[in-house]
Structures are given as structure tokens and as C-alpha cells.
């Protein structure tokens, strides 16, 4: 009778414990959005390329970034829509992409058959850096989401390969790769 016991409640206290963890980090991600204040001289140059005139000269200007064109395409499109037109409007696509990468955790533990994110949300979710860094206007927090992605879809496709799971991983890989060079290292 103990043992069924033990077990249901080790198991509720383990998701209470990933639920707590995943709270307390979107709590972070929006205290760094109230106090981040103003975009710094790399943001801003991210906001200068994404949002020139024309798509062409946006490609042209990208050898003086540090990213390929995925993320300065979404700032562009953020912009467009009239939702980044100003600081807190682009902190607030910086927060969409640290909360994204709350969601990668969860989705790469549970596509990978891990169980739930304990260790990730612990070490990765709470850290302030990654949260300031991740949710700046560069493609730091997106890149690592592509790459926690990737990396999950490689492991299923590893597991049992089929057609699909290989087209799934292959697309995560080519994101990936369009969203930070460094990416280009992992796949």
C-alpha cells in the first residue's frame, strides 16, 4: 500500500516543484522587462538593420551584425506591425523569446521522453544572465531555443527514424543556423 503512495505523491511533488520552477521563472522574465530600461548600443544597432527602408539593403547591411537574417527578419516584421516601434515594444518581443525558451525546455524534456524539466528550469531558468541575454533585442534567446529544439527532434529522429522526424529535425537544424552563426557549430 505504501509503494503506490510513495510514488503519486513523489510524482505531484515533482510537477509541483517544475510548475514553481516555471513560475518563478516567468516572474524573472517579466521583473527584467519593467527593469531593463532603455535598448543598448547593440539592440539598437539590431532595430537600425531590421528596420532600414527596404528588405535588400537589410541582407546588405547584415555582414555588420553578429546574426543571420532570421532574427533581424522578426524584429522587422514586429516593427512593421507597429508593436516595436518603441523600447518597451521590442522588450516585449525579448520577453516573448525568453518565454519561448521556458517552453522549449518543457517541449525537448517531454519530446525527448526525460520527464519533466527540473534541472533546465533550475540551472538555465533562474539564471539571470541567460534571462538578461535571452531577452535583449539580439538573437541570443531565439538561437537557443532553435538549438534546444533541434536537439530534441535529432534525438527522436535518432530514436526511430522516419521521413518525417528527419524533415522536422532538418528544418529545426536550418532555423537554427538562420538564427545565430555560432548555431551552425551544433548541427
Not at 527596404?54 to 537574417?69: K, M, N, R, T, Y
Not at 524584429?75 to 506591425?81: K, L, M, N, P, Q
Not at 527532434?153 to 545565430?180: C, D, Y
Amino acid at each position: 500500500m505504501a509503494v503506490p503512495f510513495q510514488k503519486t505523491f513523489l510524482r505531484q511533488s515533482e510537477w509541483g516543484l517544475a510548475v514553481l520552477l516555471t513560475v518563478a521563472a516567468v516572474w524573472l522574465h517579466f521583473f527584467y522587462l519593467i527593469h531593463a530600461g532603455g535598448l543598448w548600443r547593440d539592440e539598437i544597432s539590431v532595430k537600425s538593420i531590421a528596420t532600414l527602408p527596404s528588405f535588400g539593403q537589410v541582407w546588405e547591411a547584415l555582414p555588420h551584425d553578429h546574426c543571420p537574417i532570421l532574427f533581424p527578419s522578426l524584429v522587422r516584421i514586429w516593427s512593421a506591425s507597429g508593436l516595436g516601434t518603441t523600447d518597451i515594444g521590442l522588450r516585449i518581443l525579448g520577453l516573448g523569446c525568453g518565454l519561448l525558451l521556458l517552453a522549449a525546455f518543457w517541449v525537448a524534456s517531454r519530446t525527448m521522453d526525460q520527464g519533466l524539466p527540473l534541472l533546465s528550469l533550475a540551472l538555465a531558468g533562474l539564471n539571470f544572465t541567460i534571462i538578461r541575454y535571452g531577452d535583449s533585442i539580439r538573437a541570443y534567446g531565439l538561437a537557443t531555443v532553435f538549438i534546444l529544439l533541434t536537439m530534441s527532434l535529432i534525438w527522436r529522429f535518432i530514436e526511430a527514424p522516419t521521413m518525417r522526424r528527419g524533415l522536422l529535425a532538418g528544418m529545426a537544424a536550418v532555423l537554427s543556423v538562420q538564427t545565430l552563426y555560432q548555431n551552425a557549430f551544433f548541427c
